[in-house]
Structures are given as C-alpha cells and as structure tokens.
Antibody, heavy 118, light 109 residues
Framework: QVRLQESGPGLVKSSETLSLTCTVS?????????WGWVRQPPGKGLEWIGT???????YYSPSLKSRVTISVDTSKNQFSLKLNSVTAADTAMYYC???????????WGQGTLVTASS | QSALTQPRSVSGSPGQSLTISCTGT?????????VSWYQHHPGKAPKLMIF???KRPSGVPDRFSGSKSGNTASLTISGLQAEDEADYYC?????????FGGGTKLTVL
C-alpha cells in the first residue's frame, strides 16, 4: 500500500518561506511517477502547484513558478516544497501527491494546513 | 492560465443520473485527451474517478463515466447514491502543467 505523509510547520510568517516535506512509503520514488503538490485555500478549489520526476526534472504552475521549488531526495524516499515570499493568500491545505502523468494522480497524502500570517 | 469552468453546484435524487461539465480552451481540455476527475469529501484526500477523459481506475463503479466534446469535458454519474455527495473537480493537461476546475458541489436530495 502506497502512503504519503506531509510534514512541516503549520504556521509561516508573511514574506518568509513555506517548507514542507512528503515522505513516501510502499513505493520507491525512483521507480517512476511524478511527485508533487496541490493546495486548497479555505473555501476554494484545488490548485496544482507542480511536480518533480525522480531524475530531477521539474514542472511548475506558471502562476507560482517564480516562487516555487520542488526537490527530491531519493535516498530518503522524500520530496519537498519550498514557496518563497508567502502572503495570506498562500494559506491553504497542502496535499502531496504522486501523479502518473498528464494530471492523473493516483496517490495522495492526507493534507496539512499551512497558515501564512503576519 | 485560468481555472477550468465547472458549475458551482448540481443536485439530484437517488437513482437519477446527472452530468457535471468542465469547460476549458483549445490549450487544455480541447487540445489533449488528458482530463481527469476527482471526488473530494471534506477532510479527506481527493480520489481519482476518471483519467484520460473516459478511463476508470480499478475499484471505481461503472456508474461513473467521462466524455469530451471540443473544449468541454463531462462527468456523468448514473444511479446516484447518497455516498456520491461530495465535491468534484476536473483537471486537464495544459502543455507542461496541469490546470484544475473550480469544483462542483454535488448534493444528493
């Protein structure tokens, strides 16, 4: 059974960097899939943030590209999200996910709420 | 990059059929056969219901079906059941990234 678990601070100060890590169990990141992040602001819809392949190739949402970095650590079977210069608009439930490709996401974490506040 | 357009809400009675639309552009929905649909119950992880426009993952009931015409994709649920009440999201490949719809709240009356 494939399991994904998000970890990281639940509170980030405005203008600082949001950092989250996703630990994958039951599946080797190096075996394939694109690993990434989706978020959902309170009361709003899902927003795709980006993905990374185990080779290091990254794909980002055009609207977030300037502030986002997704990295992978295959030795720990983990991948991470960094979002710079956060504002209140970045307050959301952040889900890590495993995408087969082209938007087909087979694996999801349970989500972690991150609040950006001054 | 704009979100795909979905109706904010739909409703139906048990046993009925209903369809949720997802409208994009020729740069996303209309340009690729890569539309997926997700069922999302509040507080839980989204669940993949349809991928590649009309394919069902194993374990998803055949009451759920997907289709596409031009720039609009559709999710049809037949034989509506109480447990189908949830939020539904479409997404589409847009040439290097993925775009989601705004979501549709399905209410079973």
């Amino acid at each position: 059974q494939v399991r994904l678990q998000e970890s990281g601070p639940g509170l980030v100060k405005s203008s600082e960097t949001l950092s989250l890590t996703c630990t994958v169990s039951g599946f080797s990141i190096s075996s394939g899939y694109y690993w990434g992040w989706v978020r959902q602001p309170p009361g709003k819809g899902l927003e795709w943030i980006g993905t990374i392949y185990h080779t290091g190739s990254t794909y980002y949402s055009p609207s977030l590209k300037s502030r986002v970095t997704i990295s992978v650590d295959t030795s720990k079977n983990q991948f991470s999200l960094k979002l710079n210069s956060v504002t209140a608009a970045d307050t959301a439930m952040y889900y890590c996910m495993g995408e087969y490709g082209y938007g087909r996401t087979d694996y999801w974490g349970q989500g972690t709420l991150v609040t950006a506040s001054s | 990059q704009s979100a795909l357009t979905q109706p904010r809400s739909v409703s139906g009675s048990p046993g009925q059929s209903l369809t949720i639309s997802c409208t994009g552009t020729s740069s996303d929905v209309g340009g690729y056969n890569y539309v997926s649909w997700y069922q999302h119950h509040p507080g839980k992880a989204p669940k993949l219901m349809i991928f590649d426009v009309s394919k069902r993952p194993s374990g998803v009931p055949d009451r759920f079906s997907g289709s596409k015409s031009g720039n609009t994709a559709s999710l049809t649920i037949s034989g509506l059941q109480a447990e189908d009440e949830a939020d539904y999201y479409c997404n589409s490949f847009a040439g290097g990234y993925i775009v989601f719809g705004g979501g549709t709240k399905l209410t079973v009356l």
